[in-house]
């Protein structure tokens, strides 16, 4: 099949009182890929993970465009078939792997019970497979894991539980919504290998929001920044990071702390370049109408 | 682990204090027949207000002096335990049942819902509840299914805010969300996820309703409108001890001090349950 795993054309939300939060967003991700989704907090990005998923809040309206996963319109599809299309062929690798994990229930059943309920697995078969994707994600003593509540872990370890859970269904997209952000340093750098090697050994594209430049130079092949709801710059990771075309983007990799320096001054991104930003996106704004909706 | 130790130790005593009275007076509620020293209807007028027993002229076998028609005060308390007893444990369940469940509800899928179960509530809470208690006895008529279902009118709405608060705060939880993307239903996410999240709440309120039904129905049978005034009630007693409080205080203090006893340990070993069930402090 030739489609994108994920295909997303001009897509725009509005929150309640109107104001745009995601402005004619395109983006697409070919099976097995990993397209970075970068910007500053309040861009949008974790926006665009949740309407893929379909979990966007309630305030939060999306008023033109379409999603295509696997080439499958989910705009067309009744609610009830969406769920089941995105349940099967989607996953969540989320931010806060304490409150993605059900702090009432043991690990082990945590994990089980989505291979078995909605895709109808035997439990034997369930629990095979989430031993070895816990081996996957190089956990050694899946006993006692798989027994433990989710408190009797540490963060990295509940990461890892996390993405063995994410992978465990072969799902074709995986959207990381800044999987190490409340990760300490040294653990960061594990889980980012971690998801990297399940990628590549399982095919799975995946989406992967976060804010890091560093992050988006080692696991993507493709990156989209974002500013204020807008894709300003769409390229090959190694492109961008060789030339970067547009302001804002050279702005934002001025502004990244670099290791050879530590102790230069942090440098926020330049304001001239954000005001231009602003008055353009302000511009479009006026212009711009709801194609249908 | 060390802090979950440290909880633990910290819930011991009132646990086992607690639970300790609750369970000596249910098993004497339960073999009232066999553990009272008197029948706790006879009267004898040659007895009437014996002291209790470390006080000059205490008869023996009248452990806790005897009220103004010589009838055994001790016995009579095992007595109107049962009545207690039965009351706290239906009410508190009813009113659980249907607060819980509502509240659930109205935390979990928020929206119309939550502002019609909210409403309702709103307009619940507005009326006094011991006078709402006495009006609904008055129009049932007296007896013990009356004074269950008053209850249970009356205090399903303390659970319904509780438990629609923390229904709400869980649903807020990655876990939900990722319960979404991976396609279950929505009750089945609300039974499977977010109840076993507000089970400890709801065990810690269960038993503070129940301390709670105590007191409504020693209050209804104070203004005797509880069970038939025959059958021994705590709130019945304390309301005859009062007339009698110059000549035999002891009629009046002891239902008071079983009944202050009664609805404390009902509320410190919700709480110590609550420590129990709640998987991050267990």
């Known amino acids: ?293 | 682990m060390d802090e979950a130790r440290i909880a633990r130790r910290g819930v011991g005593p009132r646990l086992w204090l607690a639970g300790g009275w609750l369970l000596l007076a249910l098993l004497a509620a339960i073999f009232a027949p066999l553990v009272a020293p008197q029948d706790p209807l006879a009267q004898d007028l040659m007895l009437e207000r014996l002291p209790p027993f470390w006080m000059s002229g205490a008869e023996p076998g009248y452990w806790l002096g005897t009220d103004s028609l010589g009838r055994d005060l001790l016995s009579r308390l095992i007595f109107g335990g049962r009545i207690a007893f039965i009351v706290a444990f239906a009410a508190a369940f009813a009113a659980c049942l249907v607060g819980s469940t509502l509240g659930l509800i109205a935390g979990y899928f928020g929206g119309w819902a939550d502002r019609i179960i909210s409403r309702i509530v709103d307009i619940w809470m507005a009326f006094p509840p011991v006078l709402f208690a006495i009006l609904l006895v008055a129009v049932l008529g007296t007896g013990l299914s009356s004074v269950i279902i008053a209850i249970a009118v009356i205090d399903w709405t303390r659970f319904c805010r509780v438990i629609r608060a923390e229904a709400m705060g869980q649903s807020r939880m990655d876990y939900v969300e990722n319960a979404r993307i991976a396609g279950y239903d929505r009750i089945g996410i609300m039974l499977r996820e977010v109840l076993p999240n507000v089970v400890p709440s709801i065990v810690a309120l269960l038993s503070l309703e129940m301390g709670i039904a105590v007191i409504v129905e020693a209050i209804l049978s104070f203004v005797n409108l509880s069970i038939s005034t025959d059958d021994p009630t705590w709130g019945g007693i304390i309301a005859e001890g009062r007339l009698s409080i110059h000549q035999a205080w002891w009629v009046l203090v002891f239902p008071l001090i079983t009944l202050i006893l009664t609805v404390l340990s009902f509320s410190q070993f919700g709480e110590a349950l609550k420590a129990r069930f709640d998987p991050v402090l267990r």
Not at chain 1, 25 to 32: A, D, E, F, H, T
């Open chain 1, 1 to 293: 099949m030739s489609a994108d795993c994920l295909d997303i054309r001009n897509l725009s939300a509005v929150l309640a009182n109107g104001q745009r939060v995601l402005r004619s967003v395109s983006l697409s991700v070919q099976p097995g890929e990993v397209r970075a989704l970068v910007g500053e907090s309040g861009a949008g990005k974790t926006m665009i993970g949740k309407a893929v998923l379909g979990v966007l809040p309630s305030s939060v309206r999306i008023v033109e465009g379409d999603m295509l996963l696997e080439g499958e319109d989910l705009g067309r599809l009744q609610p009830k078939a969406r769920r089941t299309l995105i349940g099967a062929r989607t996953a969540l690798i989320p931010q806060d792997p304490l409150t993605a994990l059900n702090p009432s229930r043991r690990i082990g059943p945590q994990m089980t019970d989505r291979l078995v309920r909605i895709l109808g697995w035997s439990g034997q078969r369930a629990d095979a497979r989430i031993r070895q994707l816990l081996d996957e994600v190089q956990i050694r003593d899946p006993d006692r894991v798989l027994k433990s509540y989710p408190h009797e872990l540490s963060g990295g370890m509940r990461q890892r539980v996390l993405i063995a859970a994410a992978f465990a269904a072969e799902p074709r997209l995986i959207v990381a919504d800044e999987p190490t952000t409340a990760l300490d340093v040294t653990v960061q750098k594990q889980i980012l290998r971690l998801i990297t090697q399940l990628q590549r050994e399982h095919g799975t594209a995946i989406l992967f929001v976060t804010h890091d430049l560093g992050v988006v130079a080692k696991i993507s092949q493709k990156v989209s920044v974002l500013y204020a709801g807008k894709v300003v710059e769409e390229a090959d990771t190694a492109a961008l990071f060789a030339a970067p075309q547009h302001l804002y983007t050279r702005a934002l990799m001025a502004a990244t702390p670099r290791y050879t320096d530590p102790f230069a001054s942090l440098k926020p991104v330049d304001e001239a370049v954000l005001a231009g930003l602003a008055a353009e996106i302000a511009d479009a704004d006026q212009a711009w109408r709801p194609r249908h909706g």
